[in-house]
């Protein structure tokens, strides 16, 4: 097979790993079996204990010739998924851009729908839909696609308010980049180790990047998982707070009723997270609320 293919986008796939060593080897096959042929494949792993990047390398050695370029990022110190990101984002050469988890999966037709949308749409941030799946099996499917449908449909700035009013729906797993809008922007935000997107993408709205919505799943993501447990760190709650506080609470208006209802949702859902009163059943029946606060932001 060709290594380069002529007059043909490069699509650099960056994977990243942490003590991926149980699940990688499924994502980098996804990475192999894709329509798409054009790929650069970056592995970044941010310093892992177990036996992650050994695996890629033996992996690399056998499957190395299916991509234009294939290579692995190591270091010797733990710098969380900004910094990670980051650190691939630098060495790639392709015009276009897909992180991944190293416990995610591609579908098959993942790159090459990304790249054919956005390229007929002039979209320089494309994000879909996806799957819930653990060991093998979908637990989950087409996950928010009633509100990344809504979203998609508002203005520039209607989508910047209700990103701000609520940032968890978009399927971050699923974005799909223009590499000019990463470097324009710096890339990201490396102040919060385990929240790299949302503070890029509130950035890029900020700096009048649109995003656009392909109807179709394009992921599996994996929901018991290492992931999980980051979700529930400490660490990774603080991270929220901190972009919370710092651009979405001074965005959400205290005379405007919408951002108000909000503003006072994450001020006390964040009360409670941080002391830790987030198990309680009481605090649980609370949460629920969120459902309604999709609909109205």
């Known amino acids: 097979m060709e290594k380069k293919l002529e007059n043909l986008p490069l699509v650099s796939v960056i994977v990243l790993t942490y003590n991926s060593a149980l699940t990688v080897l499924e994502t980098l096959d996804s ?3 894709q329509t798409l042929q054009n790929i650069e494949l970056i592995i970044t792993d941010d310093c ?3 036996n992650t990047v050994e695996i890629c390398s033996n992996w690399l050695s056998l499957n190395k ?3 234009v370029n294939a290579s692995i990022l190591k270091v010797d110190l733990n710098t969380g998924t900004s910094a990670n990101c980051n650190r691939g984002l630098k060495v790639s050469t392709g015009q276009w851009i897909k992180f991944i988890a190293g416990d995610d999966i591609l579908l098959m037709d993942c790159l090459q729908s990304n790249l054919s949308f956005s390229t007929e749409n002039d979209s320089k941030i494309t994000f879909s839909k996806l799957n819930y799946f653990n060991d093998d099996k979908i637990l989950k499917e087409d996950v928010c ?4 449908r809504r979203f998609s449909k508002k203005s520039l700035q209607g989508k910047r ?3 701000i009013r609520n940032s968890v729906f978009l399927n ?3 974005l799909f980049f223009y590499k ?3 470097i324009n922007l710096e890339g990201f935000d490396e102040r919060f180790r385990l929240l790299e997107d949302v503070p890029f993408i509130l950035k890029a709205l900020d700096n009048s990047y649109d995003i656009s919505f ?3 799943t394009t992921v599996n993501y994996r929901v018991q998982s290492n992931s999980i447990t980051t979700l529930k760190s400490p660490n990774f709650t603080n991270d929220l707070y901190k972009c919370y506080k710092t651009f979405r609470r001074p965005n959400l208006n205290s005379f405007n009723p919408k951002d108000l209802i909000f503003k006072t949702y994450y001020d006390i859902d964040f009360y409670f997270k941080l002391k830790g009163f987030n198990r309680r059943k009481w605090y649980k029946l609370f949460i629920k609320f969120k459902i309604i606060l999709r609909y109205i932001s």
């Open 172 to 174: 971050v797993p699923t």
């Open 31 to 33: 990475i192999k079996q």
């Open 161 to 163: 308010k209700s990103y």
């Open 145 to 148: 696609g009633v509100e990344l």
């Open 48 to 50: 892992s204990k177990d």
């Open 180 to 182: 000019e809008v990463l």
């Open 65 to 67: 010739e299916r991509f």
């Open 214 to 216: 392909l109807d179709k």
